[in-house]
């Protein structure tokens, strides 16, 4: 079963930045519209960012001039940089491609 890999979540500090990456295998990533999710216990998966093949992206408004998805073909790997982290943008964060998802990786912003 096709699955992506992501790495990078963590602790991290008011203020604070994390990237997280994720790879996905074969030839999967292309024609794809990649992004990230984030999910909190209670609350439904919400869509945090996205980016196009021909690199039209999205952006959660909360995150907006913080957060940056960016995506390297040739190493078929999705990132998302996050700057001046708040305690809301903590959660389990998945990434995506169509029907294809990331196993999740924790993000904790904690003083």
């Known amino acids: 079963q096709v699955q992506l890999v992501e790495s990078g979540g963590g602790l991290v500090h008011p203020g604070g930045s994390l990237r997280l990456s994720c790879v996905a295998p074969g030839s999967i990533f292309s024609g794809r519209t990649a992004a990230w999710y984030r999910q909190v216990p209670g609350k439904q998966r919400e869509l945090v960012a996205a980016?196009?093949?021909?690199?039209?992206?999205y952006n959660l408004d909360s995150v907006k001039g913080r957060f940056t998805i960016f995506r390297d073909k040739g190493l078929k790997t999705m990132y998302l940089s996050m700057n001046e982290m708040t305690l809301e943008d903590t959660g389990v964060y998945y990434c995506n491609l169509g029907d294809l998802w990331g196993q999740g990786t924790q993000v904790t912003v904690s003083s």
């Open positions: 980016i196009s093949e021909g690199r039209t992206t």
